[in-house]
């Protein structure tokens, strides 16, 4: 009898549901998106009622359209938009207040205030994260401070906290469960990555009672039963991941010092370090990669703020082209940039360089400068900050990463995986499988089930393109050297 994986993707614009067969192949996908709430300027929303009932849309949808039989499935997998945070009432199963998404900005004063009184080093040493207004901690504290009556009924148990993956399960499995993986608690600013467990004192600093969080449970193996997913039937919950650990598992970087690159709107980059939190010395962010029959992968985590954006901006703001595909033949129609260099800091620049006050920079324009330089610069700026942040895992870590895997949209530009290998000096590997986030998402349910083992796994995943560096080691460098000049000249410019 044939059995199959259920991934659901539940992603910040869209609730995704995908049904993988035994060879961990995709054979149907359902999509739905949902509304995007901006009260004020900085804040983001979700209704979490609509998260839960898009997601459930797409799952049922999914399950028909594929046509196997809902009892053939054997696990499901859950990976998520992280941080976002939701509170609800134990006894209703009602959120008391909106989703507030990871990019909601309203407790950044908040952060300030903690970060004056000298608690910065306390919550990263013990999180591995920086204490920012992105996890969800500080937005716990703000529901709880600005609800009517939270706080109270907070203090007499009778609410629940959780990332999207609880929310999702407790609303599948119809209030039994309150939990999530090791995973998604990293992100929350309230876990020790050490003890793996919730922290008192981070709880006591945030004013959070330790009776809303949820048990940490593993990302793989018999986590929950789904009884309200369709048919009034039960199937087990065996995989939950947040959505770059899973992209990290889905491109099977499970040794230590293997890595990934997603190239979407940002670049999200992350490294295996194996079984030790390694500290970033360059504010990088420790964080869980998965917990697994016990045993805790750690991971190290950039970002790239300008992406693939840096091509939409080149596409909407300059008109260089009406879709960003194009970028690559009027890049390939130079052999170089001239000594052309965008530097696309258009939100200010992230790791390692920090700097919020950076605007976007072109320089060496001359006579002879056409949109095809600034094309190709631009498609070489996103390499060369990943590159950046690369550099700076390796300095972490201690040790040369390999390869870098990578996926996302703009990976399907050629030019830009090459010189991401050429400037980097390695190998980049772009698989078959591009949805590597539900993909990771399936793997780990499938190993939690028992339908596949590690091993086999590591054979499944398969690779469409390896690039292989053609520059000298020499050239990457003066390409580099030339890279952080421009960087230099981008500084400060806000300030
Ligand atoms: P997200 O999940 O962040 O929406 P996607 O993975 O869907 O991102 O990728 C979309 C991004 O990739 C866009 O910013 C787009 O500009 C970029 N992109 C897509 N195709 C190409 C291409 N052929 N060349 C360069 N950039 C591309």
Not at 127 to 143: A, M, R
Not at 419 to 436: A, G, K, W
Request: proline share 3%.
């Amino acid at each position: 009898m044939s059995k199959y994986i259920l991934a659901l993707d539940q992603g910040t614009t869209s609730s995704r549901a995908i049904i993988y067969n035994t060879d961990a192949q995709p054979i149907a996908t359902e999509q739905k998106e949902f509304k995007q709430i901006f009260p004020k300027p900085g804040w983001v929303e979700h209704n979490p009622i609509e998260i839960w009932e898009s997601q459930l849309k797409v799952a049922r949808d999914v399950i028909i359209k594929s046509k196997i039989r809902p009892e053939n499935i054997a696990g499901i997998g859950i990976t998520n938009q992280r941080e976002t945070t939701v509170v609800w009432n134990r006894e209703t199963g009602q959120p008391i207040y909106n989703a507030i998404v990871w990019q909601d900005r309203r407790t950044s004063k908040y952060c300030e205030n903690l970060k004056s009184k000298n608690l910065e080093a306390t919550f990263s040493s013990k999180t591995g994260l920086v204490l920012d207004s992105y996890f969800s901690g500080t937005k716990i504290n703000w529901i709880l401070n600005n609800v009517d009556g939270a706080k109270e009924q907070a203090m007499n148990g009778e609410l629940a906290f959780g990332t999207i993956d609880t929310w999702l399960i407790w609303n599948l499995t119809n209030g039994k469960n309150h939990i999530t993986d090791a995973s998604n608690a990293s992100r929350t600013i309230c876990f020790n990555i050490h003890t793996m467990e919730w922290d008192q004192e981070l709880l006591d600093i945030l004013e959070i009672p330790r009776s809303m969080l949820p048990e940490v449970k593993d990302s793989s193996g018999k986590i929950a039963l789904a009884t309200e997913l369709i048919y009034k039937k039960i199937y087990p919950i065996t995989g939950i991941a947040g959505d770059q650990q899973a992209a990290l598992f889905g491109q099977m970087c499970t040794d230590t010092g293997m890595a990934k690159c997603t190239y979407g709107t940002g670049c999200f980059l992350m490294m295996n370090i194996g079984d030790k939190p390694v500290p970033s010395k360059n504010k990088l962010l420790t964080t869980v990669g998965w917990k697994i029959n016990g045993k805790t992968t750690y991971a190290l985590e950039g970002s790239v703020f300008m992406g693939g954006a840096t091509i939409q901006w080149l596409r909407d703001g300059l008109k260089f082209f009406k879709d960003v595909a194009e970028s690559e033949s009027l890049a390939t129609s130079i052999n170089s940039t001239d000594g052309v260099v965008v530097v696309p800091a258009l939100t200010g620049l992230g790791a390692p360089h920090w700097n919020p006050d950076a605007r976007g920079t072109i320089v060496g324009i001359t006579r002879g400068t056409t949109s095809a330089h600034i094309t190709r610069a631009a498609l070489e700026s996103i390499c060369y900050q990943v590159n950046d942040v690369l550099s700076t895992m390796s300095k972490d870590k201690g040790s040369n990463i390999q390869e870098l895997r990578v996926d996302g949209g703009a990976t399907a530009n050629n030019f830009l995986v090459q010189f991401q290998s050429n400037i980097s000096s390695i190998d980049v590997l772009r698989p078959i499988n591009h949805e590597t986030t539900a993909l990771g998402a399936a793997y780990l349910a499938g190993l939690g089930v028992g339908l596949w083992q590690m091993e086999e796994l590591k054979t499944k995943w398969q690779i469409d393109t390896k690039f292989i560096p053609n520059m000298t080691r020499e050239d990457a460098d003066k390409h580099n050297e030339l890279w952080l000049k421009a960087v230099e000249r981008s500084k400060n410019w806000a300030s």
